[in-house]
């Protein structure tokens, strides 16, 4: 495929998950706004300021799952590695040095409470995603090692078509990073970006402007290829690639090995899958390359989500996301109100209702009278005009 048609075809896949999910990415942070921020939105408030009511909270759903999250933290999951059936001559200590090795890699991501904040996406905002990735151990080291980190799932994409929870059955995903042009540039010094066009924030912009920053969107693409191989069954119960098999019968040879090397007893067809990486921003691929994964190294972790078919048979089929509190917003919404009332009546209540005659009440104590719930000082004359004739208090 030439490379304006690849790059065409991976916009349009980014494109294509942007409008297919976006219902769901807006209501994970309306959401997470909603129970960690504020239960009122800005015409909420209006609204109760031109009705001269308190704005006030009464956030019962954060405490809940905060207590969901500290059990959480003290009863994380964890997973043990065990033999297959048919691995008869594996070497019995390797499982739990297997095992020992992805529980370090495991003990180092909770430092940083990767899963602390995964289970925290899944309860706010009903979804998170996961990435794999091999790198190096440190900036001055050559050794490699596994590394799992949270992404912004609102920043990821996936196949539509992909039906399985973590949506590793998809043909691709991707994760799209917004730089400055100084970041950019720091890391890909020899591409060519000065004549990209910066738009306003719209629906979906590949590079905008964001106060004085220009921003550029720049996407970690993985897809897969699949090729057609020859499996082979060897004679000592171990299989192998046809080309693996006849590499080996070249070594066996050269190295004048004397015993007789094993013979291929079945064969069969295979479907390989070859992951590739691209790095691309909006008008050119930077980087393509195929990478050692054999699955998609992004993994959708889902909530409770259901896949529905919103207006009758002649509509797509769309995956809703939602968070843990979602039926319960509306008993949320109906004690703020109650509570609103409630303080609103306390606010306004009046302890000492007045009767007078409005000639006896002077023009400089009139607002004193109107409105006897604010403290001040009523003064009254105590007798008539000769100084004798009591007069009866108000």
């Known amino acids: 495929m030439a490379t304006e048609d690849k790059l065409h075809e991976m916009k349009r896949h980014v494109i294509q998950w942007h409008k297919y999910f976006k219902e769901n990415n807006d209501r994970f942070h309306a959401d997470r706004?909603?129970?960690?921020?504020?239960?009122?939105?800005?015409?909420?408030?209006?609204?109760?300021?031109?009705?001269?009511?308190?704005?006030?909270?009464?956030?019962?759903?954060?405490?809940?799952?905060?207590?969901?999250?500290?059990?959480?933290?003290k009863q994380e999951p964890s997973f043990s590695v065990h033999p297959t059936p048919d691995s008869m001559y594996l070497d019995p200590s390797l499982p739990p040095l297997i095992e020992g090795h992805f529980q370090a890699i495991l003990q180092d991501t909770k430092r940083d409470g990767f899963e602390y904040d995964i289970y925290t996406d899944q309860l706010s905002g009903g979804y998170s995603v996961v990435k794999v990735f091999m790198d190096y151990d440190n900036e001055k080291s050559f050794n490699q090692k596994l590394f799992l980190k949270r992404c912004d799932p609102t920043m990821c994409i996936f196949d539509v078509l992909a039906r399985l929870s973590h949506k590793g059955d998809g043909r691709f995903c991707g994760e799209i990073f917004p730089m400055t042009i100084d970041?950019?540039?720091?890391?890909?010094?020899?591409?060519?970006?000065?004549?990209?066009?910066?738009?306003?924030?719209?629906?979906?912009?590949?590079?905008?402007?964001?106060?004085q920053d220009k921003i550029i969107l720049v996407c970690d693409y993985y897809e897969k290829r699949k090729k057609r191989k020859k499996l082979v069954f060897l004679a000592n119960n171990t299989a192998m690639l046809r080309e693996d098999y006849e590499q080996m019968l070249r070594d066996w040879h050269a190295n004048m090995r004397i015993d007789q090397p094993p013979i291929a007893i079945r064969e069969r067809t295979t479907e390989i899958t070859?992951?590739?990486?691209?790095?691309?921003?909006?008008?050119?691929?930077?980087?393509?390359?195929?990478?050692?994964?054999?699955?998609?190294?992004?993994?959708?972790?889902?909530?409770?989500?259901?896949?529905?078919r919103e207006n009758g048979e002649d509509s797509d089929v769309r995956q809703f996301t939602r968070s843990y509190f979602y039926h319960a917003k509306d008993a949320q919404n109906l004690k703020n109100i109650a509570g609103q009332s409630l303080a609103n009546e306390l606010e306004n209540m009046v302890q000492y209702k007045y009767i007078a005659v409005k000639e006896a009440i002077p023009e400089q104590y009139q607002e004193i009278w109107k409105n006897p719930q604010k403290p001040g000082t009523l003064v009254a004359n105590g007798f008539l005009e000769d100084g004798i004739t009591p007069i009866p208090l108000p």
């Open 33 to 73: 706004r909603y129970i960690f921020r504020s239960n009122l939105t800005t015409e909420q408030r209006n609204n109760l300021g031109v009705i001269q009511k308190p704005p006030f909270e009464f956030n019962v759903l954060e405490a809940y799952i905060s207590r969901l999250r500290g059990e959480f933290s």
């Open 274 to 308: 070859e992951i590739w990486r691209h790095v691309f921003i909006q008008d050119q691929i930077i980087e393509s390359e195929k990478t050692i994964y054999t699955q998609l190294p992004l993994i959708f972790v889902d909530g409770n989500s259901f896949f529905l």
């Open 183 to 211: 970041e950019f540039k720091n890391i890909y010094e020899h591409i060519d970006i000065d004549h990209l066009a910066y738009t306003s924030i719209g629906d979906f912009s590949w590079a905008y402007k964001q106060g």
